[in-house]
Each structure stands twice: as C-alpha cells, then as structure tokens.
DNA sequence: ACCGTATCGAGAACGCGTTCTCATATCGCC
DNA sequence: GGCGATATGAGAACGCGTTCTCGATACGGT
C-alpha cells in the first residue's frame, strides 16, 4: 500500500536529478548518497513499482540494460558519451516528426521510433578540455 | 585456418537472404533448411570469426539480442515490426546527415546516430493494437 | 585415399541483469 | 506507543544470450 520510505524518496530524487536515464546499478550507486545502505533488490522494486504507477517510464538503449527517466517529459532522444556510457536526455526537438504514422514502402507502417545519438560528453573533453567529472560523486 | 564448411555457407547464405539483421537465434533456425543438424554454438562461432574477417557487421537494437547483417551495405537503419519482432533493412536515405559531426549545447560532440522505426509489417497487417486503422486488415 | 587439423554438435558453464526468498526493520493508523 | 502490514537488505536463484569443453566429424593439401 505505497508507503513513503527513505529509500523511494532518494531513488525518485536521483532519478529527477540525473542527466537522463539511468539503469538500476547506477541509481543503486547515486540513490546510495541520500539512503545508505541502500539494496539493489530495492531500487528494482520500487522501479517496477513506480513504472507501474505511472511515474517513472522506461527508456531502453542499444546494447544496454533497462533505464528509467521520470515520466512527463514528453516525447525527446537520448545522446550515450562512448567514453563515460554516460546518458544525456536532448532537449532539442525532435527532427523525425514526419515520421509519426507513415507507411514506407514494403508495406511497412511506422507508428513510433527511437534515436540515439553517440558521441563524447562535454566532461569527457569532447577535442580539448579534459575536464574529469565523477558522475557517481557523493556531492549533494 | 578458415575452411569452407556448408555450415558456414548456410550461414552467410541466411544473411544476405534476410530482410534484415538476424540474431544468433534466427539465424540457426534459418539456416538449418541448408545445414541440417546446424549447431547454435557452431553459428556463434561463425558469426564472430566473419565479423572479425569483416564480411558481416554487427547490429545492436534497443532491448534486444546482438544481430548481424553482410558488410558493406553503407549506412541505413532499422524498421521493427511490433507485433512479430522481425527487423527490416530500409532503403531509405538517412535524414540525419547533419548530425555527422556536430556539437550540440552542454558540449555533447556528436559523431555518429542510430535510428530505429517501430510499427507493423506488411505481414502482419495493420489492425489490432489500433488506435488508428490503416484498412490493411486483409488475411491476417 | 590419407592424415593432420580446423570445425562441428551437444551440453555444460558463464556473465549479467533481474527477480525471489525470508528474516528484519519501518511505516502509519489506532 | 503499540501493532499489523508493507518495505527493506543480503544473497540465492533465475533467464537468457553467449562462450567454453571435448569427443567426433569432415575439409583439403598431398
């Protein structure tokens, strides 16, 4: 019956806090931060949990696990730095609006997609800069 | 040293007959009308030695297995059929040749894209899960 | 045709993300 | 503050894709 614990709260938090979309592991290690002692089982049961209220959406990637990112956000891609695996949700538009319900040829009907952009984080010095960023630091 | 075994010609030849990038899984089901008998382990094999001699390349789908398709087919992307999950190979030109090497705001360098469409394929006609009706309902 | 060796098939083993188990701790209503 | 119900933590267990093991098979140079 939906109780309002520590745990939840930091997992939520970290969630709202994040770049973009983060797997379990990765909320395990930040959500640590706010609620220690924090288990793993835990952070995969309050997602599930929140993914069923509605609250939490889950955003799948190539060649990765399961991330979530807070429900609400209205429909945006997503950019992976290859160096860090880091996530970064985009908040430009998206280019590929023509793409909403056509049919291609071959008969195929296209209803929805998905774009995910590669490349290196500004922290992870993209040509210069080599700017070192812990993105799983303590620092509230 | 690479033998030519009808395993491996089975293989290759299931490839390039595809619609798209197969999986391991696919693939040994696929290629087993031309290599009875076909181990999996054996198409496991054969798919990372010819990616390693570059003759097929692999492709990576959000929340799926690893596939593969032929080298050399330039860049393309993908079309996934919700309802029987194969994948499709489009001809299409890409519509994201400005995201080659570009820099977005926060410091993200781009350097490369992956574009997946999801819908429903001609086989499986465009009717159930519909919240819009396409009139391709026909025999299936 | 022969032989040495790369390849094969079947199944065990592995890696890793995710879920389950269960004893303990916590929440929140009375 | 007490109590029952729910959530938690640790670790075992699971699912599934992939790799490894090993005895048997088959390719291909001679």
Redesign the pocket.
């Known amino acids: 019956?939906?109780?309002?614990?520590?745990?939840?709260r930091a997992i939520l938090q970290a969630l709202r806090e994040a770049p973009g979309p983060l797997?379990?592991?990765e909320l395990h290690e930040l959500a640590r931060a706010d609620?220690?002692?924090?288990?793993?089982?835990?952070?995969?049961?309050?997602?599930?949990?929140l993914e069923r209220e509605g609250r939490v959406v889950e955003v799948r990637l190539p060649g990765d696990?399961?991330r979530y990112e807070p429900a609400g956000r209205g429909h945006h891609h997503h950019f992976r730095c290859v160096r860090c695996d880091t996530v970064f949700e985009l908040e430009l538009g998206c280019p590929l609006s023509m793409l909403e319900d056509v049919t291609l040829p071959g008969g195929l009907h296209v209803t929805g997609h998905e774009l995910v952009l590669f490349g290196v984080c500004d922290a992870c010095g993209g040509s210069a800069s080599a700017t070192r960023r812990d993105s799983v630091s303590g620092s509230a």
């Open positions: 019956m939906q109780r309002g614990t520590a745990q939840r797997t379990a592991q609620a220690e002692g924090l288990g793993l089982a835990t952070v995969y049961r309050n997602l599930n949990e696990a399961r």
